[in-house]
């Protein structure tokens, strides 16, 4: 919960004789203001959020729900990792499609390593990772070539001096397509109010593991603007595309 019980209760009675006063003690207190140790200004709603995969058919992106299992595999300090099975997706008529994720993120690292694999898929599919849009022209760069992916995110209230959230996405393999894709007006009143997504698709062969990573940072912090984001983010892609090799003699 946000507030504990009793702020809460305060605030009840407040919005009753002082509405202005019990805006005032929300803001004071809520985590969507930034307080001087950060704050939740990032919103995503029913869309691929900050880098989740998703397969699809042609054009369309079947949706992960919720997860149905969890299991910590480590929790730190140096290493957090974190086992996700999800409920069955129906994929082209077929309901008993099962997406398993596994999440690692180490100490002083922005991204987040992924690996995801589909249980009971019949044939190859598109697999994609996408950042969601909030600006239809915001500053995006998606290169498929280079294996990466990365969007600055305006925030969830650009009047509010919340900065800005650089998201990304990076990919040890191959990327077939990496592009922006704006939703009809009829998708974005589903998605939230958002605009799209940056997408990097890729295939995905049954039975086999798709490694992705994900991450973002804030301009408040230690990374301040998207060229500083876009060099990390690079540099980053160039490092798990030619992993350091040692030998022991």
């Given at each position: 919960m946000e507030l504990n019980p009793e702020t809460?209760?305060?605030?009840?009675?407040?919005?009753?004789?002082?509405?202005?006063?019990a805006k005032e003690l929300r803001a004071a207190t809520s985590y969507h203001v930034?307080?001087?140790?950060?704050?939740?200004?990032?919103?995503?709603?029913?869309?691929?959020?900050?880098?989740?995969?998703?397969?699809m058919v042609g054009d369309t992106i079947i949706y992960p729900y919720c997860y149905r299992?969890?299991?910590?595999?480590?929790?730190?300090p140096l290493r957090f990792t974190v086992k996700l099975v999800y409920n069955?997706?129906?994929?082209?008529?077929?309901?008993?499609?099962?997406?398993?994720r596994v999440i690692t993120l180490d100490s002083g690292s922005h991204m987040n390593k992924t690996v995801v694999s589909y249980?009971?898929?019949?044939?190859?599919i598109s697999v994609a990772v996408g950042i969601v849009l909030h600006e239809p022209n915001g500053e995006v760069l998606a290169n498929a070539q280079k294996g990466y992916i990365t969007y600055v995110d305006p925030t969830d209230n650009i009047n509010n001096n919340n900065g800005k959230i650089f998201v990304g996405a990076a990919f040890p393999a191959n990327?077939?397509?990496?592009?922006?894709?704006?939703?009809?007006?009829?998708?974005?009143?589903q998605r939230g109010g958002a605009d799209g997504h940056v997408l990097a698709i890729s295939d995905y062969i049954p039975g086999s593991d798709y490694t992705y990573y994900w991450g973002a940072a804030w301009?408040?912090?230690?990374?301040?603007?998207?060229?500083?984001?876009?060099?990390?983010?690079?540099?980053f892609t160039e490092k798990i595309r030619n992993p350091l090799n040692v030998t022991i003699k």
């Open positions: 809460l209760a305060k605030i009840d009675s407040l919005t009753k004789t002082n509405p202005e006063a930034d307080h001087g140790n950060g704050l939740d200004c990032y919103k995503v709603g029913p869309t691929l959020g900050g880098g989740t995969a998703a397969l299992t969890q299991e910590i595999l480590d929790n730190g069955p997706l129906t994929v082209k008529g077929d309901a008993s499609v099962v997406e398993t249980s009971n898929l019949k044939e190859s990327v077939k397509e990496a592009k922006s894709v704006l939703f009809s007006a009829k998708e974005k009143e301009s408040k912090a230690n990374i301040k603007d998207a060229a500083q984001w876009n060099e990390y983010v690079a540099n």
